[in-house]
């Protein structure tokens, strides 16, 4: 008998079908895998099943039993648990304090009782964790372990994670997968939702994709291929971008980065004599986790700070620091991390896709509309942008923002390319796709800096790999000699990584 069934479900939102009709069901003790595009209606099935939306039409049922959950707190009762991307968890309590937080009924906790009981279910699953460690002292991994821990606390028996690897060091993930293989062999049932192909082949028992809100299919991992789950996400073949081996990296320096030192507004340290070269012809990938410098020195490359020390040079030559028409000038392209702040939503997709060379569709202070339509048209096609020229960019789709984004830049023909979080919230074709156009601007000469928290994806693409952490460059791996587990420890901090 399944432990958790979902029959018939459909939810609509106005117009908008996000589930059709689906059935799920999750065996007991099985690692079962969730996929789809973006908008294919996972996470909305996910809150269905978490209490946070009620279906418009279909049945739940818990261990073959009909059940209502009209909040997380029925569903935590019905046994069903969550560990989102984002954690809620409060950074200033201990492990033990976060974990019964919301869950004990008296005002005065017992600290050592507390303590003790929380050790002992941290024993009962295979945990190793201090209840008494203050959550922000804690590293993400950890912090992931203390979410999970909290539902078992809760005496889960179906647990819900969203992206779990996202923002994690291969090694965590690895101890995450290790961590799910045995809470399975107690019982546990777990629905994984991951984009990573390779992840379902590595942890899954059953695989159900979702494609447009409806069941595209339903898969034994075990008889299946990564190339036919994408097939199925997507309704069609999905080419597999390689990076070109061939070593054509040309001996001119693209992009030179000297002794960059960037303070944050607290005036701590964010970036600590980042020195580094990009070769024309070359992609050279950052690798860290999140919080580590890249943000500031995305933001350095793009002229939107100034440092406090150091020197950029394009093709040789300086760059005035903290301008951002300096950078344009010296035809350096930006994809900035978030999307959403590269475009203005209420301005057309012509009017966006003009942005930075307004001043060629301008004559004496009038815009050109008729020629801004007609370029627009012209990067519409060659970008393959789902939109038409007057359309408001905030309409379009993720996927479709950031196309607009790399016709806008990557037309220009750019000498250097800073490429930040590319394809982060991107679906499997919008993710080829761009992976394509960078791997185009390499082949043409360009030299192009990726900065990505996904590790696979900066293996994939580059021909050289730059770690960094707590601001400094701590390791340099070439694209035949990646060693993801010295990668791992250099994220993370480990000196012991150091060779």
Do not use: W
Request: net charge negative.
């Amino acid at each position: 008998m399944a432990v958790v069934e979902m029959r018939g479900v459909s939810k609509r939102f106005g117009s908008l079908v996000a589930n059709d009709q689906i059935d799920l069901d999750i065996a007991s003790n099985e690692i079962h895998a969730l996929l789809g595009e973006n908008g294919a209606g996972k996470s909305t099935l996910m809150k269905i099943l978490y209490g946070f939306y009620q279906p418009d039409e279909g049945e739940i049922l818990v261990e073959g039993k009909p059940v209502t959950l009209k909040s997380p707190v029925d569903a935590i009762r019905a046994g069903i648990g969550l560990v989102s991307q984002h954690f809620s968890l409060v950074p200033t309590f201990t492990v033990a304090e976060n974990i019964v937080l919301g869950f004990e009924n008296t005002a005065i906790l017992n600290h050592d009782k507390l303590n003790q009981t929380v050790a002992d279910t941290a024993r009962r699953y295979g945990f190793t964790i201090e209840p008494n460690a203050v959550v922000r002292d804690l590293s993400v991994g950890q912090q992931q372990r203390v979410e999970i821990l909290k539902a078992l606390y809760r005496q889960c028996r179906v647990l819900i994670l969203d992206e779990p690897t996202a923002v994690l060091t291969p090694r965590d993930a690895a101890a995450l997968f290790d961590t799910l293989r045995q809470l399975q062999k107690q019982n546990l049932s777990v629905i994984i939702i991951t984009h990573k192909l390779e992840e379902v082949m590595a942890i899954s028992q059953r695989v159900t994709v979702l494609r447009l809100g409806k069941v595209a299919g339903r898969e034994v991992t075990a008889q299946t291929n990564p190339q036919a789950l994408a097939r199925l996400m997507v309704g069609r073949n999905v080419l597999e971008v390689t990076r070109n081996t061939e070593h054509i990296a040309a001996e001119s320096i693209a992009l030179a980065v000297n002794d960059l030192s960037v303070s944050d507004k607290r005036g701590v340290p964010a970036l600590r004599n980042v020195s580094f070269d990009v070769h024309a012809g070359e992609v050279v990938g950052i690798a860290g986790i999140a919080g580590n410098g890249q943000s500031e020195l995305v933001a350095v490359l793009g002229g939107l700070i100034k440092p406090d020390s150091g020197e950029v040079l394009v093709s040789g030559q300086p760059v005035e620091l903290g301008d951002p028409r300096s950078f344009n000038q010296m035809k350096v392209a930006r994809i900035p991390e978030d999307r959403l702040k590269g475009v203005v939503g209420d301005l057309s997709v012509a009017e966006n896709l003009a942005l930075e060379q307004i001043g060629d569709f301008t004559r004496a202070g009038h815009l050109n509309h008729k020629q801004m339509r007609q370029m627009a048209q012209l990067l519409i096609a060659d970008f393959q942008i789902k939109a038409e020229p007057g359309d408001r960019v905030r309409t379009l789709s993720g996927g479709n923002i950031q196309k607009v984004i790399l016709a806008r830049t990557l037309s220009r023909q750019p000498d250097v390319v800073i490429a930040a979080q590319p394809t982060r919230g991107l679906d499997i074709g919008a993710t080829e796709y761009v992976h394509q156009k960078l791997l185009e601007q390499k082949a043409r000469g360009a030299g192009v800096l990726l900065v990505s928290e996904d590790l696979d994806e900066t293996r994939l693409l580059s021909d050289r790999i730059l770690v960094i952490y707590a601001g400094s460059i701590v390791g340099e791996f070439s694209a035949d000699e990646i060693d993801i587990d010295q990668i791992s420890l250099l994220m993370a901090g480990s000196k012991a990584a150091v060779k």
